[in-house]
């Protein structure tokens, strides 16, 4: 087999002629200092540490009109607190990232989209040291909606107990790229012929999903999601919680608690369900043997999300 050394031209009539039918519509690099819309151009430094070792963070943002993020500034905030967590200072200012965030969606011509940005610890060399680095990074990528399908809002999704032990608490409460862990609970999932797995911490409390919160609706008609020490801090769960306040009022359910939760916690639940930024408030139909047919709260609590999106604000 030959191996061929490239030239710079031959390599960039490489890149042009891929064929990557992907849904990806417009990206920000500061690396490139602008956006780009071929997909073919939307590339990070091999030697990122994004890339070799996972050193940055991230956040997902799904935009329902070009001119409002849902749950923008929250979003942003988590971004920063993840940020400072592991000692990246933000190359640009707040104000300056959100213009870019609706250059890059103006630019994308989507009027409904996911916002994915991606804060890196920078180009610079292979090791482990993370000082090698020549500054942090922004990638800001806008593509399509992938939306779950209704039928399982209707029946709910399957979801089992990963053979994977939750994150520890201080991994768990960063938002960063390092997602081995998660990517393992989705493979098992897939593996298993189940839409989810949920993890439990080594003292058997329940923490997540791969990407996803769990939420409760327990035997006295509280809704109950664990303690933030064991899980990310969900924008979507937050909301849903604080509108959730409207359904204490309606007598719809008794009230919120944030608690310690098991397995039994789960399996003797009114209702289960996962919540995040692409599934909104997604119902749990069957858990190892254990089944719902009931999502009366769950959806009212995706009405009130899906309502909260339209909202001008």
């Known amino acids: 087999m030959e191996i061929k050394k490239l030239k710079l031209t031959e390599a960039l009539e490489k890149v042009q002629n891929l064929n990557r039918s992907v849904p990806y519509r417009a990206m920000y690099s500061s690396w490139f200092g602008g956006i780009v819309t071929d997909p073919q151009l939307m590339l990070v430094p091999i030697d990122d540490h994004l890339v070799h070792r996972g050193d940055g963070v991230f956040e997902a943002m799904k935009f329902l009109r070009p001119q409002k993020v849902y749950l923008m500034q929250q979003h942003l905030e988590r971004l920063q607190q993840s940020a400072e967590r592991l000692g990246i200072l933000f190359p640009l200012s707040v104000s300056d990232l959100k213009k870019i965030i609706y250059e890059t969606i103006k630019a994308s011509e989507l009027t409904t989209g996911l916002v994915r940005l991606f804060l890196s610890r920078g180009p610079g060399g292979f090791s482990t040291n993370p000082y090698e680095s020549i500054g942090a990074q922004l990638y800001l990528v806008v593509t399509e909606l992938q939306s779950i399908s209704e039928k399982k809002y209707e029946t709910g999704v399957s979801m089992g107990k990963s053979m994977w032990t939750a994150k520890t608490p201080w991994h768990a409460q960063i938002k960063s790229c390092n997602y081995l862990h998660n990517v393992m609970m989705k493979k098992e999932a897939i593996d298993r012929k189940i839409d989810f797995t949920v993890s439990y911490d080594d003292q058997g409390y329940l923490t997540e ?105």
């Open 209 to 313: 999903g791969s990407t996803e919160n769990i939420v409760i609706l327990d035997a006295d008609q509280n809704l109950v999601h664990p303690k933030m020490e064991r899980i990310l801090k969900g924008t979507t769960m937050v909301r849903a919680f604080e509108l959730a306040e409207k359904l204490v009022s309606q007598g719809k359910i008794r009230g919120t608690l944030v608690k310690d939760l098991t397995e039994k916690d789960l399996t003797q639940a009114r209702e289960v369900m996962l919540m995040g930024t692409t599934l909104d408030v997604l119902p749990v139909g069957q858990y190892e043997g254990q089944h719902w047919t009931s999502f009366t709260v769950s959806k009212a609590l995706r009405e009130m999300i899906l309502d909260d999106q339209k909202s001008p604000i």
